[in-house]
């Protein structure tokens, strides 16, 4: 039986000895711990040196190695070399691989689990080969040596940062007691004030060996997340009690005992029958394969529900939204060229976080949380600029997203529209980025529907809306094009409208080729075609600018407008009543939402472009899902799917002036059939007195006929028929009114 020292220089009220077997062979471990005594941590290796097959040396490590440079603290190696016959383990080796196998183990069986997380290191020097994978998955990571070490309200922020600091201090820090380079201070409760940055709470995972995490960290962890080396009974239910909801341990409870790294190496060292500094990667590799030795998790609060994190970038739709700001709607009385000023100082502005978004919810048991990124500039500042104005701003709002621990980041309003439609800043971006536009489209035509239902419109058993005819204004771009193409699949004809010729040609090709039985008819003019239209859809970046004439839309139509800022004004609607115009249609987001600001909309609304980036994050979905003015039909189809396994719902359909109940539709519609009455009537009038003069005509013939029957046979004929020829078609028109009023 091989037997195992651990010396520590932890407490003695953890001291144990057991017998176990580690593959087959038989180990009898002991634990002296010596209290922080490093006088009586020596006597104890010296007393057990020569009766021991192996010593691991707990609660001090001699050799730091950062960025490929090894540091040792003299004090701590003076302690190693108080052996003489027995080797002594520190953990050095097997605690480079394990911290480096915990974190691709946990992150290949739980997907994307630290991707763009906050990681605070208690300890990064002692730590730096898991911080080192870590940086692979995520930029977040932040030290708290400096605090340790030197009681500074400041932490490290970065990896490299850590290099320096390491540069700077072990030099200083290895040639002092060891005191100093884990020092028994100040405890967390008493640092956590006077911190600058609020390192504690901003971090969702918190590194470190349990001795550090009991000491250091504060006494509330709630839903915090903490990788460590082991852990016992006690251990876990402190833990839970700091409300922690995830433990890693990075050495798993291989025995009934909990043991230290150290005694693993330990333990290793014998079995091998190889000093600790013998022993190769392939050795290790081989026993902890044939060991199967894996990080453990525990979940002390229960199984947690898994929340994923996004964010989406928001901006002002017009110079008076601006103004809405509280720190701004001084200046809404201002004059006009104060204003322009001010808008053009806020377009440079920096992107900073307007809310906090929380309590999304999935029917599935997945939750999310995000924030909103607010740009300064209007639309009007947007496009009248180079696009690597808006770029460069969108960059940093992905990094700033990416510090939070978003996963995905949504481009909102104009944002999706400069440029290459979020192409650009997608490449330069370390977090996916998508347009929201695939939603959008779904979302638009999904609320068309319920409209043109809810107004009367029928569909045969095919599907078709057989009789009806549909326009979409700005037909060529984005998700004008997949509107157009989806409502072609249901409208027997449909009018694209752009003003680019050349695009509208090749957008109609492209329909009559999908939809056979579909006639497409193409203009620059909405004008041309608008009063035969059942629905119109627009979905310029026209700014607010008039894009059709309202007064010549049929009664009865649904106008469906999802431009930002709106192409249908409010005063124009105004003029139609018995013309339905809703807004594109917005979703209902699960769960109970508080967006932590005003986004225009009801409670637990979501604009579609914003409702496609919480539906990824819900999936799990960590991808570039639309981007550019090319939207994939089935992606359309695909995040309509989506949404609904998520509990996303449309909305109540919204017109200027907020919700649109049945009601008030219901009103639209008597008063669009009133109209088109008036409308048949005046027609009929108006075709009756076209026909009054031939009639008169017609009549004074047919006297002259009676009265000079031989001198005029034929012209008498001739007037017959046109007298038959103006019955039948004042007839029709009567048919065609309601009632017969032309009658």
Sequence with gaps: MKKILSASLGSSEKNYQFTTTFLKEKFQITRIGCDGDISKLKQTIRDFDGQVDAIGLGGISAHFKVAGKTHIHQEAQSVIKTAKKTPVADGRGLKTILQAWTVRNINQKYKDFFTNENVLFLSGIAN?????????????????????HFNTPYVLDSLQALEY???????????????????????????????VGNPFDKAEIIVGDFSYIRHYAPSMLVNKVVITDSVDDEAVALLKKRGVRTIITTVPQLFKQRIDINVLHAIFSAYLQKHPQEISENDYLMLIDKAKIAPQVYYPQGTPKEKHKFAFVIHPLSRRYLFKHPYLKWLEAAPKQTQQLVEKVLAY????????VTGIKSPTGVEAEGWLIALGATPEEMMSRDPEFTYKRLVEASEMAEKLGAKIMGLGAFTKIVGDAGVTVARRSRIPITSGNSCTASAT?????????????????????????????????AIGTVCSRLLALVFPEIVLVAPRADKLLELKQTIENESKDTKVYITTNANQYISDMDLIVTTTSARGKKVLDIMKVKPGAVICDCARPLDISEEDAAKRPDVLVIESGELEVPGPVEFGGDIGLPPKTAYACLAETIILCLEGRYECFTLGRDINLEGVKEIYKMGLKHGFKLAAIRGHKGVITDQEIALVKARAEEALKERAIAAGEKAAVKLSQPEMRSTKRRRTATTEPEQQPAKAKRSRKTKTSVEEMVEEVAKASAGGAAE
């Design 349 to 356: 502005s920096p992107p900073f976080v307007y809310s906090h």
């Design 165 to 195: 600091y390491a540069t700077g201090a072990m030099p200083v820090l290895t040639r002092l007691p060891y005191s100093w380079f884990y020092p028994k201070g100040w405890t967390g409760d008493e640092w956590k004030p006077l911190l």
């Design 445 to 477: 035509l999904w609320a068309a529907n319920e409209a043109c239902k809810k107004m009367g419109m029928k569909v045969d058993s095919k599907g078709r809306a057989t009789g009806y005819k549909a326009m979409v204004v700005g037909a060529t771009g």
């Design 128 to 148: 730096y080969e898991m911080a080192a994978v870590l940086r692979e998955y995520t930029a977040n990571l932040s030290f708290f040596d400096p605090v340790i």
